[in-house]
């Protein structure tokens, strides 16, 4: 035969015959079977790199993304040669339907998207080795049914989502693990040290971040998650080894928004998943503990954003090892696991791809209701602060999760005042307004909402968020849909101008204080009024941040730089003599010192907590930070150090004898603690000054009636009896003491997330920075037993002691980072109490 012809039919074969090509299995691939031990993530990554360098004509593979310890984060497509030759086409089609592209209509004759998203959190190991079974499954040229499935579907799958935690435990499991995995709970496998694989590197919970995206991971992957808005997505995950498998319907509470189709398809999956385990004679259970509230997890958030989304969860977890004898005495494997998972995904794809014509036409019906109807009861949120970069921040976060904003055109309107509690004239003219007629508008009732309709109070996480609060920005919540105006931002700070004598600077928000961070950095010397004062007819407010020349000679261009970076409203001044108010010369203008910071972690903390915090001044503050292992804690000097942050956690310290005395030595001595939620009670109640209210407890007692026929209730009501005393996250208005340095920048309020029911009595040697009065909750539910409580008490206290001074925090100000609101009273708290 000519050679060219046998060339060309070389390239043919390879072009037309790709479902001959075969691909080894992750078995063949990685050398052992899959379930025999855990496989670290590079592996995993070196599978799917070469599955896509095998079968080109089928997969396509991207990085896109890369987590804080450089590992790199994959999302791989499966479809049919025909459908992966045209796969943004169809991507474009399917953002059509959505109504963000809006080029031309788009068409539901496509395929359905599938999104498999594997292993969260980290330390639920089974699911990144179940996806690879996935993967070999749907590009195996032998499986017909999946070839059959491909034929109307495409498959995205995420091998993992968090890689650092997964590398995290698995490094550390395969450096504990004998030559076989013992089954024995009490072996060391079995326990995993602080702070665990199931977090990222910050020690987030990235299931619990998807519409607040402050971590890394979850920014890059919603990016590509909103350029596709799959149909449908699975979230993979573990939880206690003796629980049987869990999977859709999810348990109450849904939130209202929840369409009757996606209640519906979830029934539909449940039981196809049902129809397997039955035949295998394996234990499942529906309905129960994973609900559809908080809108940042793996399947709510799909879910508002119109696909049908899912927690899958397998027994297992950390505490599993690669085998565990359970309660029952069976020997719970990793080979089962992975059994499980791999099993409902290809359940999943069966009933996906069997009801596509349905599942494409709801979810076109979807974004068209929106955009004729709108969602809920109120329409629009109008943002009218003037705080450019509180909105800005705000901006950020819409933006992230492609929410549109515009400017709203008419004058007045009326609407609910989220700081007031009440319905109000406003004008809402140039206002920032956000609708719920666009293709997000599901996402933006439940994100703005004042307060969310919770049928069933036993939810898994917090029940309040509205963002008005959460951001500190005064808004409205309005019935009408509001004319808008495409949205122009207002103008940003002007350049620097030079000066004779000084610069001021507003200090208002979060921005301002990682610029004082960046000025502290640079070595430039600050200085804040403590006080209001009147300069050229202007009025500045205590917290003005005062940068005289003398002294920065050299850094002016730097400052200037930072101004421009963090947009600081600054105003250059020619003197230090004030028409009203203190001179800059006076005691009351206060020198910052740069406080060296150390916070506290490592075992006896909670990990999350601290790991915010160290985020916080990393990745946002970008000041240094030196973390201390509690364990460690009573053999360091603390002599270098200035600030201690106790985080949420029990510490051994706070109640041991000696290291307290110790401790207590150096604040005397001008140290500074900042103590947050737990620690604040165990403070409360080492002696310190602070005290647990404990009055009404008492008082409770006394008046309790003899036990009369209203205490005999039914068994089955336990679960309700215990929701009484309970408190899963609700918003709190706070009384502001903003004449304190700890609250420059606020008004005389401010919204808490109250996590528990602890109360502090008012500090008598000390300030009461921010109470709670009667009736103050604003959203969220509070059993009825926990909510009588909630009153009368500190929440947020300074005290001095001795030289040095002590900042209580009853609840965590910056909550998983997206408590954007309390960043700024945490910075305080670091640089301008007790100097
Ligand atoms: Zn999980």
Not at 184 to 192: A, F, I, N, P, T
Not at 457 to 479: E, H, R
Request: net charge neutral; charged share 20%.
């Amino acid at each position: 035969m000519d050679k060219k012809i046998v060339l060309f039919l070389f390239f043919a074969c390879i072009v037309f015959c790709s479902f001959a090509q075969t691909i080894k299995s992750p078995d063949e691939f990685l050398g052992y079977p899959l379930g025999s031990k855990y496989t670290p993530h590079y592996k995993i990554v070196n599978y799917f790199k070469y599955a896509v360098a095998a079968m080109p004509q089928v997969m396509k593979l991207d990085q896109y993304g890369e987590t804080n310890e450089g590992r790199p984060l994959l999302l791989a497509y499966i479809a049919t040669p025909e459908n992966l030759a045209k796969l943004d086409d169809i991507r474009k089609n399917n953002l059509r339907l959505t109504g963000m592209l809006t080029d031309q209509p788009g068409n539901t004759n496509a395929p359905v998207i599938v999104w498999l998203s594997y292993n969260v959190h980290g330390n639920e190991t089974s699911s990144s080795e179940a996806s690879m079974k996935t993967l070999y499954e749907l590009l195996n040229p032998a499986n017909n049914a999946t070839k059959e499935w491909l034929k109307n579907t495409v498959v995205l799958i995420d091998p993992c989502i968090n890689p650092d935690g997964r590398d995290r435990y698995v490094n550390w499991y395969n450096s504990v693990v004998g030559k076989n995995a013992n089954p024995d709970k009490q072996s060391r496998e079995h326990m995993e040290p602080w702070p665990g694989g199931r977090t990222n590197h910050y020690n987030f919970d990235l299931n619990r971040d998807w519409a607040w995206q402050t971590q890394k991971e979850t920014q890059q992957r919603l990016k590509m998650y909103n350029q596709w808005m799959p149909q449908v997505h699975v979230d993979y995950h573990e939880q206690g080894y003796n629980n049987p498998y869990y999977f859709a319907p999810a348990a109450q509470p849904y939130h209202e928004v929840v369409t009757q189709w996606q209640r519906d398809f979830q029934v539909t999956i449940g039981k196809n998943n049902a129809k397997y385990f039955d035949s295998n004679g394996w234990l499942y259970f529906t309905k129960e503990e994973f609900d559809l509230f908080y809108p940042s997890y793996g399947d709510t958030y799909p879910i508002y954003s119109g696909a049908i989304g899912m927690t899958f969860e397998q027994g297992g977890g950390s505490r599993s090892g690669s085998a565990v004898i359970i309660d029952n005495g069976d020997t719970l494997t990793l080979k089962d696991r992975i059994a499980h998972h791999f099993t409902t995904g290809m359940s999943t794809l069966e009933m996906a791809s069997q009801n596509k014509e349905k599942l494409m036409k709801e979810f076109s019906n979807f974004f068209i209701n929106e955009k004729n109807n709108g969602i809920g009861e109120y329409k629009s949120f109008v943002v009218t602060d003037v705080n450019s970069n509180k909105i800005n921040a705000l901006k950020r976060m819409l933006d992230g999760n492609n929410i549109l904003y515009s400017n709203a055109v008419i004058n007045n309107a009326k609407g609910f005042n989220y700081f007031s509690g009440k319905e109000e004239s406003f004008s809402a003219a140039n206002s920032l307004v956000v609708s719920t007629y666009q293709p997000k508008g599901t996402l933006v009732k439940v994100l703005f909402e004042p307060k969310s309709k919770l049928v069933d109070s036993a939810t898994y996480d917090i029940t309040a968020w509205s963002l008005p609060y959460v951001f500190g920005l005064q808004a409205y919540a309005v019935k009408e849909k509001i004319t808008i105006t495409p949205y122009v931002a207002k103008q940003t700070t002007a350049a620097v101008p030079e000066t004779s004598y000084g610069y001021l600077v507003n200090y208002t928000s979060f921005e301002e204080a990682k610029f004082l961070a960046a000025l502290l950095n640079a070595g430039i010397r600050v200085r804040f009024a403590e006080k209001d004062f009147m300069l050229n007819g202007k009025k500045f407010m205590r917290g003005t941040l005062i940068v005289l020349k003398k002294g920065n000679e050299t850094k002016l261009a730097e400052f200037a730089a930072a101004a421009q970076k963090f947009n600081a409203n600054v105003t250059a001044i020619s003197t230090g003599f004030m028409e009203s108010g203190n001179d800059f010369g006076s005691a009351k203008t206060h020198f910052i010192n740069q406080p060296k910071v150390a916070l506290v972690t490592g075992k006896g903390t909670d990990a999350g907590a601290a790991g915010e915090l160290w985020h916080l001044f990393e990745q946002e503050l970008d000041y240094p930070l030196t973390l201390i292992n509690a364990d460690d804690f009573t053999n360091l000097s603390l002599k270098n150090i200035d600030v201690i942050i106790l985080p949420n956690g029990n510490y051994k310290f706070l109640s041991d004898k000696e290291p307290l005395a110790d401790l207590k030595t150096w604040v005397r001595q001008g140290g500074k603690i900042i103590a947050l939620e737990n620690a604040v009670n165990q403070m409360a109640n080492g002696d310190w000054g602070l005290k647990v209210k404990k009055e009404d407890e008492e008082k409770d007692k006394k008046d309790e009636p003899k036990v009369s026929y209203a205490d005999v209730k039914p068994y089955e009501e336990n679960e309700h009896e215990y929701i009484k005393n309970t408190i899963a996250g609700a918003i709190y208005k706070l009384d502001i003491d903003n004449t304190h340095p700890l609250a420059f920048g606020y008004p005389n309020y401010y919204f808490t997330l109250k996590q528990d029911d602890k109360m502090y009595e008012f500090l008598k040697e000390g300030w009461n920075v921010g109470i709670i009065k009667k009736d103050s909750k604003v959203a969220g539910f509070a059993g009825s037993k926990v909510k009588d409580k909630i009153k009368d008490g500190t929440a947020i206290g300074v005290q001095e002691y001795g030289q040095g001074s002590i900042v209580y925090f009853s609840d965590d100000p910056v909550f998983r980072c997206f408590w954007e609101n309390g960043k700024l009273m945490l910075s305080n708290a670091v640089f301008f109490v007790g100097q």
